[in-house]
């Protein structure tokens, strides 16, 4: 009889240890979504920190937001991290697209959804979705104002890229590539600054390699202080009959504002186009002021909201919708698409501020 009460007061002890476990373990806050940002230094992913976290108030999921601050470890760390929380969906913007592939196998070993947000992950089948812009779409709307933009022939076209390891890079330079490769070898432009880009300018498509040779020259990495040296360095190098009126490709809003200041700080240069994009806020004033002359508005609210809705239509066991695919290198994975729009001073308005993504009040100079 004792032995009998001795051996149920032991499970009875058991018992209650997993319940304290497990009360600990709730306690601590499983969540329904993990969310792996590249960097806290750009100002285009706090905003889409702050969406994210909007996109999921009042509902009964939870989120958890890391940064990875340009390293590919810590990336890798924040997921395990997120895993280690229960994580059902993760849903990541890579530093490094092929170095991510690592991260996400770990998650979907888990049995983790895993949506690659705005980036592509490339080489690695453990991709379930991708949301995404159409970046290519993004790198021919640049190169197409560069075009509509500019007059007279022999115009000198410098060209600058993102980073070699964000698969983007290469789709914004090959829809910029696409339509002013033609402009490039009728002669209507003049490459200045790449020696790899004017020994290719009769090639109206691209090799991955041949892009990755332009981009070793040019790329700025995403860092505006590699893209003022950069600029300060070319400008340098070259004559004054590659100066006069010009026309710049810059990749995004950061590094178009430092490759801007450059320019303008040249007397030689009398005056340049300078393409964008994400429709920063120091941005939009450089374009209010005369110092930048585009960007590519794309509204990660909508981005964001077709994340969060992928996510949720996972939790709840439903198919998410997609309107295409991506060869990532490993598979083809399935997307979502949203629009981008071209913002110069004519339509800061309507787009950004009649549209509530902006307040007016943030800007000088707005008509």
Do not use: C, H, M
């Given at each position: 009889m004792k032995k009998s009460f001795k051996v149920l007061a032991l499970g009875f002890v058991a018992v209650m240890a997993m319940f304290l476990l497990a009360a600990c373990n709730n306690?601590?806050?499983?969540?329904s979504v993990g969310i792996v940002l590249p960097t806290k230094d750009e100002p285009r992913w706090v905003q889409d920190e702050e969406r994210f976290k909007a996109a999921l108030e009042g509902s009964d999921y939870t989120t958890e937001i890391l940064f990875s601050q340009g390293s590919s470890a810590k990336e890798k760390e924040n997921v395990e991290t997120l895993i280690s929380k229960g994580i059902e969906v993760l849903i990541i913007a890579p530093h490094d697209g092929a170095a991510a592939g690592a991260a996400v196998e770990a998650a979907k070993a888990e049995g983790i959804t895993v949506i690659a947000y705005d980036r592509l992950i490339t080489d690695t089948e453990a991709v379930d979705y991708y949301v995404t812009f159409d970046s290519v779409a993004v790198g021919e709307a640049q190169g197409q104002y560069?075009?509509?933009n500019t007059s007279g022939t022999g115009v000198p076209l410098y060209l600058y890229t993102g980073a070699s390891s964000d698969n983007n890079a290469f789709l914004f330079f090959e829809g910029a590539w696409k339509v002013l490769?033609?402009?490039?070898?009728?002669?209507?432009?003049?490459?200045?600054?790449?020696?790899?880009?004017?020994a290719l300018k009769d090639k109206p498509e691209l090799t991955r390699d041949e892009m990755s040779a332009i981009l070793g020259q040019v790329t700025t990495n995403w860092d505006p202080n590699e893209s003022k040296n950069k600029a300060e360095t070319h400008l340098t190098a070259v004559s004054d009959d590659l100066k006069g009126d010009v026309a710049i490709l810059a990749p995004n809003d950061g590094t178009a504002r430092a490759i801007a200041d450059v320019f303008s700080a040249d007397p030689a240069i009398t005056s340049y186009v300078v393409t964008g994009q994400d429709a920063e806020k120091a941005s939009i004033q450089y374009i209010l002021d005369g110092k930048q002359t585009m960007t590519v508005f794309k509204d990660v609210r909508t981005l964001v909201t077709d994340a969060m809705g992928m996510a949720i239509d996972v939790l709840e066991g439903n198919t998410p919708e997609t309107t295409g695919t991506y060869n990532n290198g490993a598979a083809d994975i399935k997307a979502k698409q949203t629009d981008v729009i071209?913002?110069?001073?004519?339509?800061?308005?309507?787009?950004?501020?009649?549209?509530?993504?902006?307040e007016a009040d943030e800007f000088t100079g707005l008509e």
């Open positions: 306690s601590s806050g499983s969540v560069l075009i509509d490769q033609p402009k490039i070898a009728d002669g209507t432009f003049v490459i200045a600054n790449s020696s790899e880009a004017e071209v913002v110069n001073k004519d339509n800061v308005k309507s787009e950004l501020v009649d549209s509530g993504y902006y």
